[in-house]
């Protein structure tokens, strides 16, 4: 089992940075593939970025070249680095953790571990 915990959500400013953190316990993440999420009000839940067990990074049109996603495997630590914001990055972003198929590395159905959630909110 993984308990994963997200933090550094908050309020700011479009065009403003925030990194949240995701540390997971229970578990080393170095064999998982390390995933975020995210879900506006009224809205399903979508990927925003990924990084996978082999080294991958993956992300969306709208978060490639703005988001950064990494992990401290010393640390079992996973990042969000998020610049740029704009007014729709405004959710609550889920950190998520799995064993997947490469080939489903966006998808949230092969996740088995999730975080409880931080509220990103960005204002224009």
């Known amino acids: 089992q993984v308990q994963l915990v997200e933090s550094g959500g908050g309020l700011v400013q479009a065009g403003g940075s925030l990194r949240l953190t995701c540390a997971a316990s229970?578990?080393?993440?170095?064999?998982?593939?390390m995933k975020w999420f995210r879900q506006a009000p009224g809205k399903e839940r979508e990927f925003v970025a990924a990084?996978?067990?082999?080294?991958?990074?993956y992300y969306t049109a709208s978060t490639l070249g703005r988001f950064d996603i990494s992990r401290d495997i010393v640390k079992n630590t996973v990042y969000l680095q998020m610049s740029s914001l704009k007014h729709e990055d405004t959710a609550v972003y889920f950190c998520?953790?799995?064993?997947?198929?490469?080939?489903?590395?966006?998808?949230?159905?092969?996740?088995?571990?999730w975080g409880q959630g931080t509220q990103v909110t960005v204002s224009t």
């Open positions: 229970g578990e080393n993440i170095e064999p998982l593939h």
């Open positions: 990084h996978s067990s082999s080294g991958g990074y």
């Open positions: 998520a953790a799995d064993r997947g198929p490469i080939r489903l590395i966006r998808d949230s159905g092969p996740v088995v571990f």
